[in-house]
Each structure stands twice: as C-alpha cells, then as structure tokens.
C-alpha cells in the first residue's frame, strides 16, 4: 500500500503548493503516493475519519501502515521523502521549531480557509 495525500485542489494556494510538491517528488522517483483530491472525490475524506471541511483546511498524509499526519506533520512526512527536503524535514522535527511549525501552520491554514471560503472557492 502507498501514501496517500489528501488536499483540495479548490484553493488556489494549496494545489500550487501540491503540484509543486508532487512535481519534486516524482522527479526524484518517488511514485509510490496516492494524490486524492477531495474537491473531486469529497467521499474520500472518509478514508481519514475527518470532515470535507476539515481536509480543505488541512492536508491530511496517511502512511502505508495506517497513521495519520494532519497540517505541518502531513507537510513534514512528505519533505522527510524527498531528496533535498529531508534536513528541512530533521530540522522541524526538533521539539520547539515543531511546536512552533505547528502553531504556525493551524494559523495559517485557517485563515487560509476563510480567505477561500469569501472568496466563494467552494
């Protein structure tokens, strides 16, 4: 079984950051991750256990063996694959920068999340 990624391709801000992400990791080889858009496919976000609106706020990784990475660990599983990403992915696993990285990531993605939803996205 591979990875999954669940994003939203609706806002513009998150499938750029997708496309750019995918983009990096195949051409390194890694084709071994399932990319679900739930703005196409919004029955997958049962899959996760979450609400369509909470994987449009967040990304959401689920590993091979069933774990869930949701918001900046989602981010960080996928740099700590990439080649070139991997220090990135060391260094915001540190427990300080982490907390931080995480409180930084929930502010963000919510505004993020209203910005989308005044701007009728979805």
């Not at 990096?24 to 899959?47: F, L, N």
């Not at 063996?65 to 080649?83: H, I, M």
């Not at 540190?94 to 995480?102: A, E, N, S």
């Amino acid at each position: 079984m591979s990875s999954k990624v669940y994003y939203n391709s609706a806002c513009p801000v998150c499938n750029a950051g997708i496309k750019d992400q995918r983009q990096r990791m195949e051409a390194c080889g890694i084709k071994d991750i399932e990319w679900v858009d739930v703005h196409q496919h919004p029955e997958a976000v049962s899959e996760v256990g979450a609400s369509l609106e909470q994987v449009r706020e967040r990304l959401y990784v689920k590993d091979p063996d069933g774990r869930l990475n949701v918001g900046a660990d989602a981010f960080t599983r996928l740099w700590s694959q990439t080649p070139g990403q991997r220090w990135f992915a060391k260094l915001l696993r540190l427990p300080i920068i982490r907390q931080f990285m995480q409180l930084a990531y929930n502010i963000f993605a919510r505004l993020l999340y209203r910005w989308n939803l005044a701007k009728r996205h979805w």
